[in-house]
């Protein structure tokens, strides 16, 4: 059975978290949340035949990659107090700007009593947790250093990766900080499954290892610019197999500013789950939900949003995602021989 593991370590007692065991060809869709991770760490592993990042022109060398970034990168050290006493657990994050926020993954940081930043140099701070979004696998941190030890890394544009272009990941495998690994980009608009239960898209596939601890931490192209966070593999066996996925630097970046201006992000939520592939065809409507509301039903394919055509799932929760709890929206179903347009009032996605 193909597994997929969250990638922070446990620095002393491991913390399960709900994301084990799902496939990466189950899509969750746009309402159908599930049980949400309650603790920050998993052992798992990835990639033990990682090729040589690939050069374009333009395109750094690894080493010259790592000069130039890994100063923004930093290890992420977490106590969290649980009913059988403390548990630690360890990931990775990296400089976002200069007033101090630390960008990792939620499932890092998710539970925290207490988070411990550790720079490059050595020196450490304590961390604040400005919020998460367990819809993304994206959490923010704050510390209050002197902006002489913020060496902030720069995000390129995502959706301009291609497959076979260069990528080196930088993180803290096993508690080990500052290691880099290349490879390359082996797929793009792939979708996992987030610590709530959500899918997310467009996640990077890559074939840099990425081991215990790489959770959160920079998947950098060949310009040394931030294109994914690391945060999933896939694995038979929990070794290192090749297979792991990065939430893309475009999510990221909407995602992290709209964390660090509220403290928290708000999904609009249709409610229904959709079948796993192809057309956005509706299996279930959620309870009390805004689709059963207006009268969505199982069956129906959505191909429309506001006059916009909806090929897939993945177009439909794009569209959603432009759009905030409360909006109300047009959709056009198609049921039967017919056609059906149907006004909506978006909810708020479920933690």
């Known amino acids: 059975m193909h597994r997929i593991r969250i990638i922070a370590a446990a620095a002393v007692a491991a913390l399960a978290i709900g994301v084990a065991g799902v496939g990466v060809g189950t899509l969750v869709q746009d309402g159908d949340g599930g049980s949400g991770a309650t603790t920050a760490t998993v052992t798992v592993a990835a990639s033990s035949s990682n090729q040589s990042a690939v050069a374009a022109p333009g395109a750094l060398s690894v080493a010259d990659i790592y000069e130039r970034a890994s100063d923004g990168v930093v290890e992420v ?79 390129a544009d995502s959706a301009a990766l291609r497959v076979g272009d260069g990528v080196v990941a930088i993180g803290s495998p096993f508690g080990l900080e500052g290691s880099a690994t290349a490879g390359i980009v082996s797929a793009l608009h792939r979708e996992i499954t987030s610590p709530n239960d959500f899918t997310i898209d467009d996640a990077i596939q890559t074939d840099a290892a990425i081991n215990h601890g790489n959770s959160g931490g920079p998947l950098l192209d060949m310009r040394g610019r931030i294109v994914g966070i690391t945060s999933q593999i896939r694995s038979d066996s929990g070794g290192n197999e090749g297979v792991g996925f990065a939430v893309p630097s475009n999510t990221v970046r909407r995602i992290v500013d709209e964390l660090i201006r509220d403290g928290s992000v708000a999904h609009a939520f249709l409610g229904v789950s959709l079948q796993p592939e192809g057309q956005a065809r509706v299996t279930e409507v959620r309870p009390g939900t805004a689709a059963q509301d207006a009268g969505v039903q199982s069956g129906d394919v959505i191909v429309k949003i506001d006059g916009v055509a909806v090929a897939t799932g993945i177009d439909l929760r794009g569209e959603l995602d432009r759009h905030k709890p409360g909006d109300s929206v047009t959709i056009v179903v198609r049921r039967g021989d017919g056609e059906r347009t149907l006004t909506v009032k978006l909810g708020t996605r479920p933690s």
């Open 77 to 155: 050290a977490v106590g969290a107090t649980t009913a059988t006493g403390g548990a630690q657990a360890q990931g990775s994050g990296f400089v976002y700007d200069d007033a101090g926020h630390i960008v990792t993954n939620e499932h890092v940081v998710e539970g925290a009593d207490t988070v411990t930043i550790r720079f490059p140099d050595g020196s450490t701070a304590t961390g604040d947790v400005v919020g998460t979004d367990p819809s993304t696998d994206l959490g923010v941190v704050k510390v209050d250093v002197a902006a002489s030890r913020l060496h902030a890394l720069a995000l």
